[in-house]
């Protein structure tokens, strides 16, 4: 059995940083590829970033690019997302996801096999 484990969210201003952690247990990083996904209230889900396994190409939707990164830790067996200068319309949960196709760099949420429980990032202005 997968469980993805977030942490990290939390409250900030506009301008701050949050990392968020996902914590991987029952099968190692080397079978997944890995994203982070958010949602607000009232509005679908969207694909925030994702990490494959290998050469650890990443991807980014054009809202986060230049401020958010996404690494794995293998030892750990955990993924960040590092979220830099963080805007009110930021403001969601987040959640980490895994999918069992471990060189996929998939944007879609349906693709994804493993999801946590979503770790709450606010942010004001």
């Known amino acids: 059995q997968v469980q993805l484990v977030e942490s990290g969210g939390g409250s900030v201003q506009a301008g701050g940083s949050l990392r968020l952690s996902c914590a991987v247990s029952?099968?190692?990083?080397?079978?997944?590829?890995m994203a982070w996904f958010r949602q607000a209230p009232g509005k679908e889900r969207e694909f925030v970033a994702v990490i494959r396994w290998g050469d650890y190409n990443t991807k980014y939707a054009d809202s986060v690019k230049g401020r958010f990164t996404i690494s794995r830790d293998v030892a750990k067996n955990t993924v960040y997302l590092q979220t830099n200068n963080l805007k009110p319309e930021d403001t969601a949960v987040y959640y980490c996801?895994?999918?069992?196709?471990?060189?996929?760099?998939?944007?879609?949420?349906?693709?994804?096999?493993?999801w946590g429980q979503g770790t709450q990032v606010t942010v004001s202005s």
């Open positions: 029952g099968r190692t990083l080397s079978n997944y590829a």
């Open positions: 996801a895994a999918n069992t196709d471990p060189y996929s760099t998939s944007q879609q949420g349906y693709t994804y096999d493993y």
